[in-house]
T-cell receptor, first 113, second 112 residues
């Protein structure tokens, strides 16, 4: 099952612009994570936000979480051509002490020079 | 450097064959996972293991099998019972608690 739905499915912007992608999920969670995937490669962990947090920053990344709406957003500021990739949200709802992530459908970001 | 290694990068399977995808990690992580990714899609969980000699089915386990005889290794066998095996397979590992997954670089399997 895929917990998250991401919006938009694809996003095309110019270098220097900001990119915002959204994720909605269905059940209560412990945390929500964002990953990046370059074409044909594995995923890379970007940032984690816990269910009791509302906003988190890491470099040019800003993540928000609204547990009442079961949604999250990822903002990439001052985008670069190297940011071109697919971005996935993933939620963890396990209570075993181990993670078991459920991934969204992803947003394909194209940043043009 | 610590990391997770998948091999081979590309694999071709004939109809009716079983094939095994390798996944090795030197991160000392307890948990390991196999996901399948179809073109333009998200990741779907095949199997996962939280401890040596134990593993659990994910959402799409039919036609696949795994073993976890060593902490470092979690091979995935795609059996002839998997009717549509062509996909990109990703292995990941994680430690207890939070911190995210570390992914391998993937194996692209094609049926010929």
């Amino acid at each position: 099952s895929q917990q998250g739905e991401e919006d938009p499915q694809a996003l095309s912007i110019q270098e220097g612009e900001n990119a915002t992608m959204n994720c909605s999920y269905k059940t209560s969670i412990n945390n929500l994570q964002w990953y990046r995937q370059n074409s044909g490669r594995g995923l890379v962990h970007l940032i984690l936000i816990r269910s009791n947090e509302r906003e988190k920053h890491s470099g040019r990344l800003r993540v928000t979480l609204d547990t009442s709406k079961k949604s999250s957003s990822l903002l990439i500021t001052a985008s670069r051509a190297a940011d071109t990739a697919s971005y996935f949200c993933a939620t963890d709802a396990e209570d075993t002490g181990f993670q078991k992530l459920v991934f969204g459908t992803g947003t394909r970001l194209l940043v043009s020079p | 450097d610590g990391g997770i290694t998948q091999s081979p990068k590309y694999l071709f399977r004939k109809e009716g064959q079983n094939v095994t995808l390798s996944c090795e990690q030197n991160l000392n992580h307890d948990a390991m996972y196999w996901y399948r990714q179809d073109p333009g899609q998200g990741l779907r969980l095949i199997y996962y293991s939280q401890i040596v000699n134990d593993f659990q089915k994910g959402d799409i386990a039919e036609g696949y099998s795994v073993s976890r005889e060593k902490k470092e290794s979690f091979p995935l066998t795609v059996t002839s019972a998997q009717k549509n095996p062509t996909a990109f397979y990703l292995c990941a590992s994680s430690d207890r608690g939070e911190g995210g997954y570390t992914f391998g670089s993937g194996t692209r399997l094609t049926v010929v």
